[in-house]
């Protein structure tokens, strides 16, 4: 029997090059400075439309262009989605490749549908005349919601990013390391979604 080491790919030499550069305390330390910038962003993006949010210039108010119901679905949609990228974690727990791949699957389409309903809500205020241009409080809401739209997708992007690394490379340690970096981040835009589900959309209806 031969004792030869099994040749490595080029391609898994420059992954695991990569990751060298990057030791886990550096990636930690890095990420949650990026989490903290982001929490900084929307916060800022809170307190302007607190301050603007009743500046209707005489259009409509909330009440006249918000459908509680359209918007609680969405909600559902991406409260799912925290809940299936949960048991993704969890399929990786249990080193299981193809069933974290599963539902990170599963997190994404739900993350599609967020997205998707967000659109249609979007489109709909602008047909009706409700673009950022109108009030202030338009503008506030349109930068605040479509700010956190834009970290949605950047999430599935992401998300979709691994989905190819996992499927190539399996669950190895660099691997769980970005699906854990991404889980924090997707649970982040979760609560990030409730504050402004309760504070813009909730609060202006009623």
Same mark, same amino acid.
């Given at each position: 029997? %031969? ?24 990636? %930690?330390?890095?990420?949650? @400075?990026?989490?903290? %910038? ?40 991406? $409260?799912?989605?925290? =809940? ?30 967020? $997205?998707? =309903? ?15 241009? #109108? %009030? ?22 992401? $998300?979709?990013?691994?989905? =190819? ?10 691997? #769980?390391? #970005? ?12 609560? =990030? ?8 959309? @909730?609060?202006?209806?009623?």
């Amino acid at each position: 029997m %031969s004792n030869a080491p099994t040749p490595v790919s080029d391609e898994k030499v420059a992954f695991y090059l990569e990751e060298d550069h990057h030791p886990e305390s550096s990636t %930690s330390i890095g990420f949650w @400075l990026y989490m903290m %910038s982001d929490a900084l962003i929307f916060a800022t993006l809170f307190a302007v439309y607190a301050v603007l949010g009743r500046s209707y210039a005489a259009g409509p108010a909330p009440a006249d262009l918000f459908d509680l119901r359209l918007i609680a679905l969405n909600t559902a949609m991406l $409260l799912f989605s925290s =809940i299936t990228y949960g048991f993704a974690m969890l399929r990786m727990e249990k080193n299981d490749k193809a069933g974290t791949i599963m539902w990170l699957g599963i997190t994404g389409l739900f993350g599609l549908a967020f $997205l998707g =309903i967000e659109l249609y809500e979007f489109s709909h205020l602008i047909h009706e005349g409700a673009t950022p241009q #109108r %009030s202030a409080f338009l503008s506030a809401f349109f930068t605040l919601v479509g700010t956190h739209g834009l970290h949605v997708t950047f999430g599935i992007i992401w $998300l979709v990013t691994l989905m =190819i690394q996992v499927k190539k490379m399996g669950l190895i340690e660099e691997n #769980r390391r #970005r699906l854990m970096c991404l889980s924090m981040f997707w649970h982040f835009l979760d609560v =990030i979604w409730i504050g402004v589900f309760s504070f813009v959309y @909730l609060m202006g209806v009623l």
